[in-house]
């Protein structure tokens, strides 16, 4: 920002990004979640167990994305959250959903920088305890890298994101095909398929964890200040995205479990396992191959640096944003005068980060409790940005012209519904006790630095988040039996799921048993979910509706 600029009028760059890029940036800071942090889901649970669980993360999650799209092109501004809460309910409301979306976007950047560190130092040491001072030390190099990377430009990071993107998905491949070699159908579908001692719970208890395999997606969303043509760029890009990452969800869950028995990827010894893909390379028959276990070893880090590296921009943009706005320091608020770049909220994010990173040489769980710190902030992020988004399509329904999503009121009800029963989860599965007095006391400082200091500073003024030209929706038919098609799938979904919650906590069970034929009616009720409304956004995407 050159010097005299205003506090709240510091620009990105926009008109950068376009679809792929949109797209690269959403799988890219998933794709980490395929590598690491879903498998300790397994424990106790199952394959079968996770499936559900992650099934249904991925039906929350496309209904998230869509209704996001909406409020992302209606403001598309890098404080994403925190704009869409103060357009919708003022101060608190904004400051709230934006720290949600750093803490999110902050903790995950701490897990996966930890699993790129425990990744290098399993490969040095494969078969004994990986050193903990090397992958301390390696977590601070990508902190370091990537750092300077965002500190070059928003071009130059997105694409090398694209190129990161392309090479962790290949990695996946070449993790298919040699866990498909000693693939055993039985290994996936245990028997009985979920545990009886649990039952409906275990699928529960995974949701969690089964978050993990796409938390922060909607930090893409985030670009849309410095995207080309926001109310195309954003929907069609997070669209492709979320369709990718539930076919790499459902291809790893299955050669994983089916290469390998479960209690070997989740646990060893009575520690979480932080590099369970490479834990099967290395136990399978093709494993033995030096050049296939440090050739797959190699490549999965461009899983978890192309996750760490969108993670980062997520977080650095909010920090950003919240600076700029006066939430939090003004400094952090601040550009690069030559590359438009947040530096000083890169700077901070990355140092944060550091401490956290450091902090694993006296936390044995550290990897654990960062994923479910993320995934418990992200689940308040949705509620709140629900409410906000009911607000604004009553109170500004022009606002929200440029893109609407599908089904009407039915995809923001089951995000509140869903994100509510993963939170229900939380204190089922803190064994410890750290998640949740962990997640509230960041909550807790955020709130108390902006009670204290930041309301007496704010700079925002709702005209600056709504642009001048906000584009209409095109006038185009939509098919009527296909959204009524969608809608009865998504309800049916709800309330299959709603089922298993009241069950999992000693209601009735209305399914009778978890024998095969309720557990397949499970998946396949939420497998018709998910095919009826991507159906129905795919067909208004093609046909320009809204």
Same mark, same amino acid.
């Given at each position: 920002?050159? *010097?005299?600029?205003?506090?709240?009028?510091?620009?990105?760059?926009?008109?950068?990004?376009?679809?792929?890029?949109?797209?690269?940036?959403?799988?890219?800071?998933?794709?980490?979640?395929?590598?690491?942090?879903?498998?300790?889901?397994?424990?106790?649970?199952?394959?079968?167990?996770?499936?559900?669980?992650?099934?249904?993360?991925?039906?929350?999650?496309?209904?998230?994305?869509?209704?996001?799209?909406?409020?992302?092109?209606?403001?598309?501004?890098?404080?994403?959250?925190?704009?869409?809460?103060?357009?919708?309910?003022?101060?608190?409301?904004?400051?709230?959903?934006?720290?949600?979306?750093?803490?999110?976007?902050?903790?995950?950047?701490? !897990?996966?920088?930890?699993?790129?560190?425990?990744?290098?130092?399993? %490969?040095?040491?494969?078969?004994?305890?990986?050193?903990?001072?090397?992958?301390?030390?390696?977590?601070?190099?990508?902190?370091?890298?990537?750092?300077?990377?965002?500190?070059?430009?928003?071009?130059?990071?997105?694409?090398?994101?694209?190129?990161?993107?392309?090479? !962790?998905?290949?990695?996946?491949?070449?993790?298919?095909?040699?866990?498909?070699?000693?693939?055993?159908?039985?290994?996936?579908?245990?028997?009985?398929?979920?545990?009886?001692?649990?039952?409906?719970?275990?699928?529960?208890? $995974?949701?969690?964890?089964?978050?993990?395999?796409?938390?922060?997606?909607?930090?893409?969303?985030?670009?849309?200040?410095?995207?080309?043509?926001? *109310?195309?760029?954003?929907?069609?890009?997070?669209?492709?995205?979320?369709?990718?990452?539930?076919?790499?969800?459902?291809?790893?869950?299955?050669?994983?479990?089916?290469?390998?028995?479960?209690?070997?990827?989740?646990?060893?010894?009575?520690?979480?396992?932080?590099?369970?893909?490479?834990?099967?390379?290395? +136990?399978?028959?093709?494993?033995?191959? /030096? %050049?296939?276990?440090?050739?797959?070893?190699?490549?999965?880090?461009?899983?978890?640096?192309?996750?760490?590296?969108?993670?980062?921009?997520?977080?650095?943009?909010?920090?950003?944003?919240?600076? @700029?706005?006066?939430?939090?320091?003004?400094?952090?608020?601040?550009?690069? *005068?030559?590359? +438009?770049?947040?530096?000083?909220?890169?700077?901070?994010?990355?140092?944060?980060?550091?401490?956290?990173?450091?902090?694993?040489?006296?936390?044995?769980?550290?990897?654990?409790?960062? #994923?479910?710190?993320?995934?418990?902030?992200?689940?308040?992020?949705?509620?709140?940005?629900?409410?906000?988004?009911?607000?604004? @399509?009553?109170?500004?329904?022009?606002?929200?012209?440029?893109?609407?999503? /599908?089904?009407?009121?039915?995809? /923001?009800?089951?995000?509140?519904?869903?994100?509510?029963?993963?939170?229900?989860?939380?204190?089922?599965?803190?064994?410890?006790?750290?998640?949740?007095?962990?997640?509230?006391?960041?909550?807790?400082?955020?709130?108390?630095?902006?009670?204290?200091?930041?309301?007496?500073?704010?700079?925002? @003024?709702?005209?600056?988040?709504?642009?001048?030209?906000?584009?209409?929706?095109? $006038?185009? @038919?939509?098919?009527?039996?296909?959204?009524?098609?969608?809608? #009865?799938?998504?309800?049916?979904?709800?309330?299959?799921?709603?089922?298993?919650?009241?069950?999992?906590?000693?209601?009735?069970?209305?399914?009778?048993?978890?024998?095969?034929?309720?557990?397949?009616?499970?998946?396949?009720?939420?497998?018709?979910?998910?095919?009826?409304?991507?159906?129905?956004?795919?067909?208004?995407?093609?046909?320009?509706?809204?």
């Amino acid at each position: 920002m050159s *010097a005299g600029q205003p506090i709240g009028t510091a620009q990105l760059r926009g008109g950068q990004l376009r679809v792929r890029d949109i797209w690269a940036l959403g799988v890219g800071i998933v794709v980490c979640g395929q590598y690491f942090g879903w498998n300790s889901g397994l424990k106790d649970n199952g394959p079968v167990a996770m499936l559900i669980a992650s099934l249904a993360v991925c039906l929350l999650f496309l209904a998230w994305v869509l209704t996001l799209s909406e409020l992302a092109v209606a403001m598309p501004r890098a404080g994403g959250p925190l704009d869409y809460g103060l357009r919708a309910g003022g101060p608190w409301l904004g400051f709230l959903m934006g720290w949600s979306m750093f803490l999110e976007c902050l903790f995950g950047g701490v !897990a996966t920088a930890l699993a790129g560190g425990k990744y290098v130092a399993f %490969l040095l040491s494969p078969d004994s305890e990986p050193n903990r001072y090397v992958a301390v030390a390696v977590g601070l190099t990508i902190v370091a890298v990537f750092y300077l990377l965002q500190a070059r430009g928003v071009k130059e990071q997105a694409r090398a994101l694209a190129w990161m993107t392309y090479a !962790a998905i290949g990695g996946l491949v070449i993790f298919w095909v040699a866990a498909l070699t000693n693939f055993t159908w039985d290994r996936v579908w245990t028997s009985p398929a979920i545990p009886a001692n649990k039952g409906w719970g275990a699928v529960l208890d $995974a949701i969690p964890f089964a978050l993990w395999w796409l938390i922060i997606i909607e930090a893409a969303a985030l670009a849309a200040e410095e995207s080309h043509t926001p *109310a195309r760029t954003i929907p069609r890009g997070l669209t492709w995205a979320i369709l990718t990452v539930i076919v790499l969800v459902v291809l790893t869950t299955v050669t994983a479990c089916g290469a390998l028995p479960f209690q070997q990827i989740a646990v060893k010894g009575d520690k979480p396992v932080d590099y369970p893909l490479a834990e099967v390379i290395r +136990q399978i028959p093709a494993g033995q191959s /030096p %050049l296939l276990f440090y050739g797959f070893g190699a490549i999965s880090m461009f899983g978890l640096v192309a996750s760490y590296h969108g993670l980062l921009y997520g977080s650095s943009r909010q920090l950003f944003a919240l600076g @700029r706005g006066g939430f939090v320091s003004p400094a952090l608020g601040k550009v690069n *005068a030559k590359r +438009q770049t947040p530096g000083p909220a890169l700077v901070a994010c990355s140092l944060l980060t550091a401490g956290f990173v450091v902090a694993d040489l006296w936390f044995d769980e550290a990897i654990q409790a960062a #994923v479910l710190v993320a995934g418990f902030a992200a689940l308040v992020l949705y509620i709140l940005s629900m409410g906000a988004l009911f607000r604004l @399509r009553r109170r500004e329904p022009k606002l929200l012209a440029g893109y609407r999503a /599908p089904l009407g009121a039915w995809l /923001p009800v089951s995000v509140v519904v869903l994100s509510v029963i993963a939170l229900a989860v939380y204190p089922r599965i803190d064994e410890r006790g750290v998640v949740v007095p962990v997640a509230l006391g960041m909550y807790a400082i955020g709130i108390g630095y902006f009670a204290l200091r930041g309301r007496n500073r704010l700079t925002h @003024r709702l005209e600056d988040l709504t642009p001048a030209d906000a584009p209409l929706a095109p $006038a185009t @038919r939509r098919s009527r039996w296909l959204h009524l098609a969608a809608v #009865v799938a998504l309800v049916v979904a709800l309330g299959v799921l709603g089922a298993i919650t009241v069950a999992s906590f000693g209601g009735p069970d209305l399914f009778g048993s978890t024998g095969d034929v309720p557990v397949l009616a499970v998946l396949g009720v939420i497998i018709a979910a998910l095919a009826a409304v991507a159906g129905v956004e795919l067909c208004q995407t093609r046909r320009g509706t809204q």
